[in-house]
């Protein structure tokens, strides 16, 4: 008598995939790359603390255009002593106000993760419907509108830097800058936030490719 051979169940052999992470385009880690060096190069050129706050080198102006050539002298030997100091606010406004600074940084990501550095042929989808680049171009618009004028992200930036600049205008006016060496300095671009204009004409030049292609 034949034993009967039990019936096999095909079993299909499920091969686990880890998911891998999206690779970060070329456009942004350029972009992450250049603004990274230009902070550094900056940032080398900063005066030592101890120099800005000498105790011995302050005193009263003599008259008002006496405090403007001083604000215009410490400023061109201090400025990114004083861009520092004026991020330092910025930053400690931004810490202070918890919501404020997530709606700034949801307002960043947006516009880098969404249009800047998306890639052209990758068209944003949300809840099952494709947006054009013009209509995530105005999404972002409007959006950027609402979080500065109509929260307190407007505000609050404008408060720091108000006092950021004032407290950099008042260090200037009673600093004297007879012990600083200038002749150097002299030959050197002093434009308000001139230290930020590599950092931010290198940012450009990583985003236009991305822009460009979606023109």
Known sequence: MSTA?????????V??????????????????????????NGLSQRRPWAELVDRSAFSKPESFSDALVRVRKNYSYF??????????????????????????????CSWIFLYLFRPADQPLVLFGRTFSDRETLGFLIIFSVFVVFLTTVGSLLISALMVGVGL????????????????EQEQVSTGFLSFLGGAATNAAVAAAPAVAARV
Do not use: M, T
Request: glycine fraction near 4%.
């Open 5 to 13: 051979v039990p019936p096999v169940i095909p079993v299909s052999s």
């Open 15 to 40: 091969q686990s995939v880890e998911s891998q992470p999206p690779a970060a385009s070329p456009a942004f880690l350029s972009f992450v790359s250049r603004l990274n060096e230009s902070l550094r």
């Open 79 to 108: 400025r990114v002593n004083y861009l520092s100091v004026i991020g330092l606010i910025l930053a400690f406004s931004l810490l202070s106000h918890p919501f404020s600074l997530l709606l700034l940084l949801g307002l960043l």
């Open 168 to 183: 950099v205008c008042a260090h200037g006016a009673f600093r004297a800058p007879e012990d600083l060496f200038l002749d």
